[in-house]
């Protein structure tokens, strides 16, 4: 690659911006000053990026056909990257060892290449004299920057006449388009006019909708999915729901919905919705290692169409805390069950059922659980779930002397409300992510009713002109309402220390007393802050510090203890493979160094 040089030589009217490759000797960029600092400083970055000189691969194998290649694509790479930032009288200029690149035969290229020198002389700076596109479907203007006066970025151009092409399509014009444009450049003003003319076409409502592709999903649960609402008025909103909803599912490998021809003479037009399915099954494992949590290995099996309506089924096995000497290994095995579009297109049915066998220090589980439900889809952010949960335990409490059994019979009704505006969930740089659950629930063997609330909040944040510094804070809180700890499913207590609430603590090491008694506790808080620094495009640096909190009453009398640490992240297909390393910082309940191994950001 031809890598630009952090510094510049001025000279009487040019910057020079050197760049070096190991396949040539000298490559620079000579720009023209611009009419400010900041402009000219902009102006030189952009025109680097786009280059493609500057993106060849560093390497003594460039031959000099590549460099003669990538030279004469430049010109129309700098070219619309002038227009873009609204130069329109620009020179642009590429030499290579002398030689206008333009005029080198691509058949007879020299047999070696010193130099290349680009020179962008991009004159004045364009402003929107004429600015006009009609007519408009709605009283505002379609861009707020495509206005006279404004900079004639070409960008804004292009996005004012789409965006009121889109805003009639938006209000039941289908076939709405651009009839007719007048751009022209009055150089002497560095003046740019610009007349659009729109066609609206004829107002429609939603006709039929034809299936095509290759699926072996019914066409009528396809039209389900998609939900386009046949007689009401056209929108191209709700064209993109529809192959967001069947893009959603997993089925399909891809989706596409255009028009199916033109308006009818009823007023309505007909939708075809083309889909390729994904390969039905598939099979994944994960492995995620400690020196505190132990070895854990999961598994699963999926299938994306298992009844032919685009319904999932996916059985996943765990085996966890392998190695540890304080505890035993516990198993857990799960099925579920999901059918979209029930009770409407945004509409998910669901059922769960699972086993689990869990060997911990405080108690000993055996438990067989069922629960279904539903997930509404209410925008393109916010998700609820409402479900119906029967479970059946056997429990031996190892803290109390002698040890007891006892069983427990929970009907639950689980709530949930999710809030998701990341730019990535696998690895987020911006946005948040908020989820709350409630679960009353009624244990019917001692006839105790309780509540069991959690609290999930994430933000991300990016800084810098290439966003490689990302800050990630997350907080999370619970609490068990009604039975005493003792006398609660095991599964509702809190614990904290781990890689998923205090890295630096030993897993599930800080509890709550009871009598002088150790159990999890009734009120849980955690709280997380990440320093995440890309080096390179694959390779990442992170800093961290985890704080946990666990008390035996709500938010009462409990203890805390904190853990921090330095991590690394390579970025792979699947999520960025996660190592880190930390050690306790506050508390007493670990000491030493913990390592964690394993995909995904922590939070």
Not at 58 to 82: F, G, H, I, Q
Not at 134 to 153: C, H, I, K, M, T
Not at 186 to 191: D, I, K, L, V, Y
Not at 318 to 328: P, T
């Amino acid at each position: 690659m031809f890598k630009i040089g952090r510094f510049l030589a001025v000279g009487a009217a040019l910057i020079s911006l050197p760049l070096e490759a190991m396949a040539l000797e000298r490559v620079q960029l000579r720009l023209v000053r611009a009419a400010t600092p900041e402009e000219t400083t902009n102006l030189g970055q952009s025109l680097q990026a786009s280059s493609v000189l500057n993106s060849l691969e560093t390497s003594d194998e460039t031959l000099p056909r590549d460099v003669v290649a990538a030279a004469r694509a430049d010109y129309t790479r700098l070219v619309e990257t002038l227009y873009a930032q609204g130069y329109y009288s620009a020179v642009v200029r590429i030499s290579i060892d002398g030689r206008e690149a333009a005029l080198i035969d691509p058949f007879q290229t020299p047999a070696a290449i010193g130099e290349v020198v680009i020179f962008v002389d991009p004159g004045q700076r364009f402003r929107l004299g004429q600015a006009e596109i009609a007519p408009l479907a709605g009283d505002n203007p379609p861009v707020e920057e495509f206005r006279s006066g404004a900079p004639a970025l070409a960008t804004v151009v292009r996005d004012a006449a789409q965006t009121a092409v889109r805003d009639w399509r938006e209000r039941g014009f289908p076939k709405a388009e651009i009839a007719d444009q007048s751009i022209a450049a009055r150089h002497p003003s560095a003046q740019l006019d610009v007349a659009v003319a729109i066609a609206p076409g004829r107002r429609a409502l939603f006709g039929d909708t034809e299936i095509a592709g290759k699926t072996a999903v019914r066409e009528g649960r396809v039209r389900q999915i998609a939900g386009l609402p046949k007689g009401d008025r056209y929108a191209i909103s709700e064209v993109e729901r529809a192959a967001s909803r069947l893009r959603k599912t997993g089925t399909f490998q891809s989706v596409q919905i255009d028009q199916a021809g033109p308006v009818a003479e009823d007023g309505t037009i007909d939708m075809e919705i083309t889909v390729i399915d994904r390969k039905p099954r598939r099979i994944g494992a994960g492995i995620e290692y400690s020196t505190f949590d132990g070895l854990n290995l999961t598994g699963f099996w999926l299938h994306r169409n298992f009844l032919g309506g685009a319904e999932r089924f996916r059985i996943e096995g765990e085996v966890s805390e392998i190695g540890l000497q304080a505890e035993g290994i516990d198993y857990a095995l799960s099925f579920r069950f999901e059918r979209p579009a029930v009770y409407g297109p945004d509409t998910l049915f669901f059922a769960e059922a699972g086993l689990a066998y869990e060997d911990e220090p405080d108690y000993l589980e055996r438990r067989a659980e069922l629960t279904v439900g539903v997930s509404q889809q209410f925008n393109e952010h916010l998700t609820g779930e409402l479900g119906l949960g029967l479970s059946y335990s056997e429990v031996t409490d190892r803290f109390a002397t002698p040890e007891t059994t006892r069983t427990l019979q929970v009907v639950s009704l689980p709530v949930a409300l999710t809030f998701d505006k990341r730019d990535d969930a696998l690895d987020a740089t911006s946005g948040f992510y908020l989820r709350g659950t409630a679960t009353p629930f009624y244990e019917t063997v001692e006839g105790q009713p309780g509540a069991h609330l959690t609290f999930d909040g994430r933000a991300y944040r990016a800084f810098g002109e290439d966003e490689r510094l990302v800050t990630a804070t997350r907080l999370q809180l619970g609490a068990l309402l009604g039975p005493e700890a003792e006398d609660a499913p095991p599964g509702m207590l809190f614990y904290s220390g781990g890689g998923g609430t205090v890295r630096g603590q030993p897993y599930r090491s800080l509890d709550a007393e009871y009598n002088g008694s150790s159990l999890g506790g009734r009120s849980f808080a955690a709280t997380s802050g990440e320093l995440r620094y890309g080096v390179t495009d694959k390779i990442g640096v992170v800093a961290f510090a985890d704080a946990g909190y666990v008390a035996p009453e709500i938010f009462e009398d409990g203890d805390w203890h904190a853990g921090a640490g330095l991590g690394l992240r390579y970025t792979t297909p699947v999520g960025p493979i996660r190592l880190d390393v930390a050690g306790p910082v506050a508390g007493d309940t670990g000491e030493g160094v913990q390592i964690y191994i394993g995909i995904g950001q922590a939070f």
